[in-house]
């Protein structure tokens, strides 16, 4: 059972920047990917960064394309995503997921939140104008 912590979210100024880490422990395979989806209040569920665990391939929601950038540390089983000018439109909680030992090795079958088993409890992320 893979366990997901995610930590460095907050306040933060439009244009300023944050870093999202999500930890996962327990996981025992080197396939598939992880990803970070999104959530603001009244509004569903959204893919914003996926990264798939060997090649590293990486995709992005056209949303934060050029301004967030997702990366792993694939020894200390560790995914980050760099948030970098930040809008008030990018605030709500960020979840980390894992999709478990998946053989896909295309990212753009990770976009979706059904490809995910795992989840972590959201780190709220708000960009003040």
């Known amino acids: 059972q893979v366990q997901l912590v995610e930590s460095g979210g907050g306040l933060v100024q439009a244009g300023g920047s944050l870093r999202l880490s999500c930890a996962a422990s327990?996981?025992?395979?080197?396939?598939?990917?992880m990803g970070w989806f999104r959530q603001a209040p009244s509004k569903e569920r959204e893919f914003v960064a996926t990264i798939t665990w060997i090649v590293g391939s990486t995709a992005y929601a056209n949303s934060v394309k050029g301004r967030f950038t997702i990366s792993r540390d694939n020894a200390k089983n560790t995914v980050y995503l760099q948030m970098n000018s930040l809008k008030p439109e990018d605030t709500a909680v960020y979840y980390c997921a894992d999709s478990g030992p998946k053989l896909y090795s295309s990212s753009l079958y990770y976009r979706t939140h059904l490809s995910y088993e795992y989840w972590g409890q959201g780190t709220q992320v708000t960009v003040s104008s």
């Open positions: 327990e996981r025992a395979f080197s396939s598939g990917a």
